[in-house]
């Protein structure tokens, strides 16, 4: 073996790991500038939930069609497609004075986004080895959990200096770095995807892991980020907390996230998935009801505590999709999967919290996503393939 091949998979990692990174700072970094907007724009806490909510409509139209896109032009050009839209939609939004200019932008940032998941989890289930998947899965989670982590922070220190548009800018300048550095290294050696077929999706929706994975996914998206988007504006508006002390608190609720990914790949193996999950949803769904009960100092141990282990499930859940259905049709797998699970999650989600916290009734938004992860949970005692370590499930 050459050099050159002993290197690829780091350097396609690391491509990887910078690309989601960017996707996920691009939609993410607007929860921690959503009370500047708000006070610069006059709009309420349920316009911010309908403003995510806008991303992940775009987020999924895109990845449905990403199949047609990356069996034409193959995967490693889908995802440089992917990073020139997000940097766009990011330079937009930094030019932005109106709230259409801003749902503008975050639709396009969202459309950008959608476009990269099936891709990246191909790329990585083609290139690493079974035994090393568990631990490349969660080395990509470093990208978007470092994401969450960076984005209030960078919005706390440069803010004051620069402004949200100069942020925004920023983020759209390091975008379009990352697009070029996976133009010239990531799209060699990338390969295609299959182009999806009415037949192949139907075949795909019918088996019961599919249906099982969109809930355990929009579970865990819904605690990741449907709680990270509409946190800051409910924080600030419903505890008239200051909007520096609520960015501190988003970044120090995702620091034991990052740490426990480091071990999430041998903490997988050792555990199973079907546990890793069923453990991480259960504890999840506790905190997440408790975030519309807490008060005071105990809210803040709430907020740090509620997504602590959520970063565990993630790698869980993606290597258990990769066996699901046929090998040959896995970017459309991926595609379905991930679209259901961040139009409800990332989605349905905040603009649900968002409409709950006008009518005075976050307690009660929060108290139904704890529920639906415990529904999640029963789902997955129910089947009892998912997740297990055999050839083929489904």
């Not at 004075?97 to 975050?106: G, I």
């Not at 083609?126 to 568990?134: S, T």
């Not at 803010?159 to 100069?166: A, D, E, K, Q, S």
């Not at 991930?338 to 006008?358: E, H, K, N, R």
Request: positive net charge; glycine residues 12%; contains cysteine.
């Amino acid at each position: 073996m050459t050099p050159h091949h002993q290197t690829r998979p780091l350097l396609m990692m690391t491509l990887l790991v910078l690309t989601v990174f960017c996707s996920m700072a691009g939609r993410i970094v607007f929860a921690p500038l959503m009370p500047v907007l708000q006070s610069e724009m006059g709009f309420r806490l349920s316009t911010v939930g309908s403003l995510f909510l806008l991303v992940s409509v775009g987020y999924g139209v895109t990845m449905l069609a990403s199949g047609f896109v990356a069996a034409r032009f193959g995967h490693g050009l889908t995802i440089v497609a992917a990073l020139t839209a997000i940097s766009l939609g990011l330079a937009l939004a930094a030019m932005a004075s109106r709230l259409w200019m801003v749902a503008s932008s975050m639709g396009l940032i969202g459309i950008g986004a959608g476009a990269y998941p099936p891709s990246g989890m191909v790329m990585i289930n083609e290139k690493i080895d079974l035994k090393h998947r568990n631990t490349a899965f969660a080395f990509h989670e470093l990208g978007p959990n470092l994401a969450l982590l960076l984005a209030p922070l960078t919005v706390l220190a440069f803010n004051p200096l620069i402004g949200r548009r100069g942020v925004l800018a920023g983020f759209s300048v390091l975008t379009g770095i990352v697009a070029l550095a996976f133009l010239r290294w990531g799209v060699p050696g990338s390969g295609r995807g299959e182009a999806p077929k009415l037949g192949t999706v139907g075949s795909i929706l019918r088996l019961r892991n599919t249906l099982l994975a969109m809930a355990i996914l929009s579970a865990a998206l819904a605690g990741m980020h449907g709680v990270y988007s509409i946190l800051p504006s409910y924080l600030v508006a419903d505890h008239s907390l200051p909007v520096e002390h609520v960015n501190l608190l988003l970044a120090g609720s995702r620091v034991s996230g990052i740490v426990l990914l480091l071990f999430a790949g041998a903490l997988i193996n050792r555990l199973g998935r079907r546990r890793t999950i069923i453990f991480v949803l259960l504890f999840s769904a506790v905190f997440t009801a408790l975030l519309g009960f807490a008060r005071g100092a105990l809210l803040s141990l709430i907020v740090i505590a509620q997504p602590a282990l959520l970063t565990a499930l993630f790698p869980a859940t993606l290597s258990s999709m990769a066996r699901i259905g046929d090998p040959r049709f896995r970017n459309i797998t991926y595609s379905i999967i991930i679209t259901v699970g961040v139009g409800l999650g990332a989605g349905a989600a905040p603009a649900m919290l968002g409409v709950a916290g006008d009518y005075g009734l976050g307690w009660a938004g929060f108290l139904v996503l704890g529920g639906y992860m415990l529904l999640a949970v029963l789902f997955l005692w129910s089947s009892p393939n998912f997740g297990r370590p055999a050839k083929s499930s489904g």
